[in-house]
């Protein structure tokens, strides 16, 4: 399965044609689709550019008998320029090497790492921080030394989390949770499950008052409070 040796002769588990490689891992990843003296192996371009290794890092030339990343247009076109900016080829391995190579990358949009810093995409500007999907979810809105963060309680209570989870309050450790029965009681959690009090940093329902007025009350009848479910 993993190396092509899926014929037995004399015994033996062997590589015997392209069909036993066909189904081997390292046909899957690295391009090493074709029957060559009892062993798989990349044979041509075709091979590579049909790989795992090739769609997530670049790994699409053949060269040698194997699947290597040949240039900075192999490195544009995987998923890891994509993800996180690795659209160059730098010591022969994809790396980001430029604020263009990071700015249209999954990590810009939902970390705000959209310049090149250090070797690596990251945050340099509150605006990177302030138009990402973590600042948008999880209030991670203001540039830190760690990357963006939760800066202020403002933060936390823009962000969806508040609003579905009471998460409207920052922490000492850099993160939004409840702080108060007041961050529960306007949650999503509190409407639909009578989560709306505050308990260590989290909302749960604490009474019934708190069952009573809650979707699942009225619609499904559970409207009392009892401890074991929690």
Do not use: R
Not at 67 to 87: K, M, Q, R, T
Not at 123 to 133: H, K, L, N, R
Not at 159 to 174: H, I, L, Q
């Amino acid at each position: 399965w993993v190396m092509g040796n899926c014929s037995a002769v004399d015994g033996n588990c062997v590589v015997v044609d392209d069909d036993d490689c066909a189904q081997a891992q390292f046909c899957l990843y690295d391009g090493q689709c074709t029957a060559v003296d009892g062993s798989c192996a990349a044979t041509s371009e075709e091979d590579c550019e049909a790989s795992g290794g090739c769609y997530s890092e670049g790994a699409c030339s053949f060269e040698d008998g194997m699947c290597v990343i040949g240039d900075s247009e192999d490195c544009a076109g995987s998923a890891g320029c994509a993800d996180w900016g690795a659209c160059s080829l730098v010591n022969g391995q994809c790396a980001p090497t430029s604020d263009e190579d990071c700015a249209d990358t999954v990590v810009c949009k939902q970390m705000g790492a959209c310049h090149f810093d250090n070797g690596e995409c990251a945050p340099t500007t509150i605006e990177d921080c302030a138009q990402s999907v973590a600042c948008k979810e999880g209030g991670y809105c203001t540039l830190g030394f760690q990357g963006c963060e939760p800066g202020s309680d403002a933060d936390c209570a823009a962000s969806n989390n508040c609003k579905s989870f009471g998460a409207c309050t920052v922490t000492d450790w850099g993160s939004c949770e409840p702080g108060s029965d007041a961050d529960c009681a306007a949650s999503f959690v509190c409407a639909e499950m009578g989560a709306c009090t505050n308990a260590n940093g989290w909302c749960a329902p604490a009474s019934d008052a708190d069952c009573l007025h809650a979707t699942i009350c009225k619609k499904d009848g559970m409207c009392t409070y009892s401890a074991a479910q929690m």
